[in-house]
């Protein structure tokens, strides 16, 4: 009994054989993924991503609205308000928080006294946010700084988008409130617990009841800037 | 001898003595050839060979997540920047090594290509371990935003992202892998604020302080609640369009 012929053989053979062959023109197709190299069109073993050309201008159309965008009214002086885009909330400082917490923390401490890992490793140390140069900067100058850098410190503009780095600086404010918080900011409750501070806690990871503490002012506080 | 005709003639056999026991050895040996078929290509399969997984591959800068995320601590965020909002996870540009690298070890030797490209505007290519098959869609933001950490699919029991010297693929990427959470996410699912915790995994310390934290008991109950929560539609989630469209 003959169940399949030679010919038949044969022919599953060719497709099996032609199967394997398929595999990487379905796995790697004839577009690009971001950053593929090799995107002939542009000239070999050139990203897919394109660099920009200079003075190319984003298509959400141009950035004219100078309080928003960076940080100045129209007559050139730094914000001393979040601009009109903004509303001051709890969620905005929280958002704030963790972004500062991503990209500042690393150089500037979690309590913007300029001893973050990064300056233990041998960054410049920047300025301490509490210094009295730097309480009377208006807000805007922390979005200033973000948008344009200063000095040894790189522009965040094209990592943190606008309304993040509104955040940011609205929290570093409170940042620097909690840091010199004068006792007729605080609310009555909050007031008594620093009169009458809770025994502390003696735990292995030390400091962290204190943190915690000093996070809850920070939110208490809020709106005061 | 062989008796066919029951009268005690004997004819002379068909087959030589010797072909019983072959017989049975060749079936044997065919099952046995069968299974080691199998078990070679299915080796082979699973094998670092053609998954890559815990294999580092050649990188133009010896780049260690260990020296910068276990050691100093900086957030995937810092580098990965659109990983929240986008599908792709983003590779950091020359420019963000440079916002410490300017001033930290730019004069040693090893890192001589990345000064390069900084100088040159012209990109660093990293050779690439994580990779998808062109015709499965795959994104992160949406993996992000419903509570899966990125140590699920980028750590093992021996590689830990954090800690990789050298970056390696830690998962097969294989169908079923995915598949695996798509049947039932509740497994592996976790609070949205924990995404970034890469030390927690369903029945670690960290996860016990999220399950006393949502008042349930275990990754089960945890896992059942966010599902909902984060209106994780799982009916759906097998569809073969999610992923090959």
Redesign the interface.
Known sequence: MKWMSMKNWVLCGLVLATMTGCHPD????D?Y???E?GASVFGEGE?S?R?LVEGTVPYQGAKLDDAYYRGRNTNGELLTALPEQMTLSRELLKRGQERY???CS?CHGDQGAGDG??VQ????PPTNFSAPRLLESPVGYYFEVMTNGFG???SYA??IPVEDRWAIAAYVRVLQLSQNATPDLLTDELLNKAKNPPAPKVEAGHGAGHEADNHENKEEAKGEH | MISLNGKGNSVAPVFPPGVNSLVRWSIAGGVVLVLTVVGLASALYWSPLVTDVNVAKEQPVPFSHHRHVSANGIDCRYCHTTVETSSFAGIPPTETCMTCHSVILNDQEMFKPVVDSWESGKPMEWTRLNDMPDFVYFNHSIHIDKGIGCNHCHSNETAKIEDMRLTVKAQTFHMSWCLDCHKDPSQYIRPKDEVFNMDWEPGSVDAKNSYEAFGVANQEELGAKLVKDYNVEVEQLTNCSICHR
């Open positions: 379905l796995w790697n197709q577009r993924e971001p950053l190299s990203s991503a660099m917490g991503i990209y690393p890992m990064i490793r041998g960054f410049v040894r410190m790189y094209s990592r």
